[in-house]
């Protein structure tokens, strides 16, 4: 008997996708913190709304190298 059934591996793959994704989004928001100061709330759910892992790794990379906030935020679909 398997010891975790395809519903909970499915239900523990599904968090740890979550907790990745919610993770990279933080790393954003705390790179442009610490760059800029306070991010603003809208900016801030914008990331927090991106599922796209692959996006948030490429927003992390541009938050280290952009000029200012108005700036990165050309970067984020909203």
């Given amino acids: 008997m398997p010891l975790l ?3 909970e591996l499915r239900g523990l793959e599904r968090g740890l996708k979550q907790g990745t994704r919610q993770t990279a989004s933080d790393s954003v928001i705390t790179v442009l913190r610490v760059r800029f100061g306070e991010v603003p ?4 759910d914008a990331l927090n709304n991106i599922d796209d892992l692959p996006l948030l790794k ?3 990379e541009t938050a280290v190298s952009v000029n200012s906030i108005s700036e990165f935020q050309e970067f ?3």
């Fill in 5 to 7: 059934s395809n519903m």
């Fill in 41 to 44: 709330a809208q900016l801030t």
């Fill in 58 to 60: 490429q927003l992390l």
């Fill in 76 to 78: 984020v679909v909203t």
